[in-house]
DNA sequence: ACAAAAGTGTTTTGGGTACACCCATGT
DNA sequence: ACATGGGTGTACCCAAAACACTTTTGT
């Protein structure tokens, strides 16, 4: 029989030799942004500032999925943001690279070899509270990544990479689209996340096909030109008409 | 300093929490292939026949495509094949969901929690010497899967949707065909891996655009109908034409 | 009246799909 | 001569892409 202590201290206990990063993507104004961690590394007697990727440990009684969860509530403070796992990054001497990665990661390690699992994630900006964001977290340009941390750089682009095929196959645009949105702002998404332009006539009557786009009797207001009509996206119409071979590209 | 003993035992030593599971395709007589390993585990004074996939532990010198290869060269012979990790399952209790299961894998564990990363691959069966074939292994029907220990079932029903896929993006079949191939052998190829068939000249007008398929100056012997021509696949020519919209789509 | 974004149709081009017959070879 | 798979062309439909003007609102 277990105390309760005990049994707390086994579901925080973490697994070694494998950890989750997760590259969080953010919406706002016409721009992708990705969230990115500063961290100041003493070492040879001066103070290196480094960015990296938000990351964790697995626990004991969690899966992967979950430690990405938990990732996201302690970064932005959401929950049940869709979260993807998209590729494992094992290299023996990952952490190795620079000395001073190296440097801040030794006292948080049970084992000098991690293999870590990449989880890409969409939020959309205005969901977050930044005054409630951790001090040392910053919503970076997707287009101006700095040099991030051990591979971290690697991820992300793959990360990216990832994003956008999926962006191609699944509703995932919603969830960076407020409840109510117009097709402008649809198309505005796409465009920066994929850093391209459309026509807008072909773009509408792409997007016009989709049943699952719901026409409100709703217009925009507090906008000094003419009112676009808002729309909402059904995701049980979506579920029972997507086919096999549908393809979501716009 | 270590001596070569010290140094061959680091070479060979695993790390705990994380492995890697291989589905292997084989391609064979219209039929697609996988490699399965059976396992006799004796449990309650009776014998478990069990099958699974072949798997095995991440040694500290290598990264995770290493330890597949490494699996595929024991299990097959092969070398330099392709291989690709497509998804990673951790539920806490992948291991324990079968009591039998559990207790073939116990002697082998450093941890009782693995985090496990699936990788597919994919091997011509002409080219696999079937009498150096590991005494427990087998070809099984792709199509007709039966039972497997842990979550293996669903590794491998990702594993099927993720070669799909990849063999729509890249150019995956030549993989599995012999250098020199005739239209019907590649689109025989296709309709199994896709269960599915295909109009002779419609899939015929559409690879005849493919600029890297090359059509050789020699024909089929020994076969009692018209002997058809024979093509080859050149890399360079794909890697050169290849564009980011490219679909393989057959 | 002006600025700013909403909204709307037509034409051209190329790819997907459906469909049936003759050809070259071995036996 | 026959059986077997090799090899070819045409017609229809639909989706993608290029392209410009009028409408509605706030200021």
Redesign the pocket.
């Given at each position: 029989m277990l105390t309760e202590l005990e049994i707390n201290n086994f579901a925080f206990e973490t697994i070694p030799t494998i950890s989750v990063d997760c590259v969080i993507f953010g919406y706002d104004n016409s721009m992708l942004k990705m969230l990115v961690r500063r961290e100041f590394i003493p070492m040879d007697g001066k103070i290196h500032v480094e960015w990296k990727l938000p990351g964790n440990q697995v626990r004991r009684t969690e899966n992967i999925d979950e430690t990405a969860s938990r990732i996201l509530k302690e970064q932005t403070g959401l929950e049940n943001i869709f979260v993807k796992q998209f590729m494992v990054f094992s290299d023996p001497n990952r952490l190795k690279t620079r000395p001073q990665d190296f440097e801040w990661i030794k006292p948080r390690l049970k084992d000098e070899r991690v293999i870590t699992v990449g989880f890409y994630s969409l939020v959309n900006l205005s969901d977050v509270d930044n005054s409630t964001l951790v001090e040392d977290a910053n919503w970076a340009n997707a287009y101006e990544v700095t040099e991030l941390m051990f591979d971290h750089n690697e991820i992300f682009d793959e990360a990216l990479k990832k994003l956008r095929y999926d962006l191609l196959h699944d509703p995932l645009v919603f969830e960076l689209l407020p409840e109510k949105f117009?097709?402008?702002q649809m198309q505005k998404l796409y465009e920066a996340i994929f850093n391209v332009s459309f026509?807008?006539?072909?773009y509408?009557?792409?997007v016009n096909k989709m049943t699952y786009l719901i026409p409100l009797d709703e217009i925009q207001t507090g906008?000094?030109?003419?009112?676009?009509?808002l729309y909402s996206f059904d995701r049980d119409i979506y579920e029972k008409t997507r086919t096999e071979r549908f393809d979501f590209?716009v």
């Open positions: 117009t097709l402008t026509d807008k006539r072909n509408r009557r792409k906008v000094s030109h003419k009112p676009a009509r590209r």
